[in-house]
């Protein structure tokens, strides 16, 4: 498997501009998990997923952010319209849980920043 | 949220043992630690997880205190690829089988030559 792939790797925006980050799991893991990350703030969980559904949102910031799975190989994360707070490293995970392992596996990140 | 705490920085020779100190004193009886580790410019990886046995692995062990209330990572030969922050977490468990990893700050693990 080529582990978790997110797109794009690298994006620079205006402020107000709209951004979506995309995330495809690694097959056959049914949680996806979407992280920010930086330097005052280390890294957040946002939300997450199990089977598509999102279980916690609790740590998307504001309205501004949304995140989709419309199914088990794709997920999105938007935001709109986007601030220069937002500048960030934003990573996608995701893991299959048993009841002998409930690794995460992590993406490369896609790395955000709004002027 | 349980809570681990972790030195800020620790630093290393190569080839040489290296334990990484976390506490947790306010873990609950179902609450697993969990080690992932960063590298620069990566995504976090994992690197161990135990509940209250010792645990090994290719990459690491995991010394857990007999009360729990604290665990050691040791990597038994320390590389310079090791170079990384590392993180201690306690899974918390939502519900059911749904759970999430809260990262704290970690600690930075510099490897010198």
């Known amino acids: 498997d080529a582990g978790v792939i997110q797109s794009p790797r690298h994006e620079v925006t205006e402020m107000g501009q709209e951004v979506t980050l995309r995330c495809k799991p690694i097959s056959g893991h049914d949680y996806l998990f979407w992280y920010r990350q930086t330097m005052m703030r280390g890294l957040e969980l946002l939300i997450y997923?199990?089977?598509?559904?999102?279980?916690?949102d609790s740590g998307m910031p504001e309205d501004r952010f949304s995140a989709k799975m419309p199914n088990a190989s794709f997920s999105t994360l938007k935001i709109q319209p986007s601030e220069p707070r937002d500048s960030a490293v934003y990573f996608c995970?995701?893991?299959?849980?048993?009841?002998?392992?409930?690794?995460?596996?992590f993406g490369p990140g896609t790395r955000l920043l709004v002027l | 949220d349980a809570k681990t705490t972790q030195p800020n920085s620790m630093e290393s020779n190569e080839e040489e043992p290296v334990h990484l100190p976390c506490n947790h004193s306010?873990?609950?009886?179902?609450?697993?630690i969990h080690w992932y580790r960063q590298l620069p410019s990566q995504g976090p990886e994992y690197v161990i997880h135990?509940?209250?046995s010792n645990v090994n692995n290719r990459m690491a062990s995991l010394a857990i205190a007999e009360d729990r209330k604290s665990s050691t990572l040791i990597l038994h030969r320390a590389t310079l690829r090791d170079a990384a922050v590392y993180y201690c977490i306690l899974r918390d468990v939502i519900g059911g089988s749904n759970y999430k990893l809260t990262f704290g700050k970690g600690t930075l693990l510099t490897v010198n030559p």
């Open positions: 306010t873990i609950s009886g179902t609450d697993y």
């Open positions: 135990g509940l209250t």
């Open positions: 997923f199990n089977n598509n559904v999102p279980i916690d």
């Open positions: 995970a995701s893991s299959y849980v048993s009841l002998v392992s409930e690794t995460q596996y």
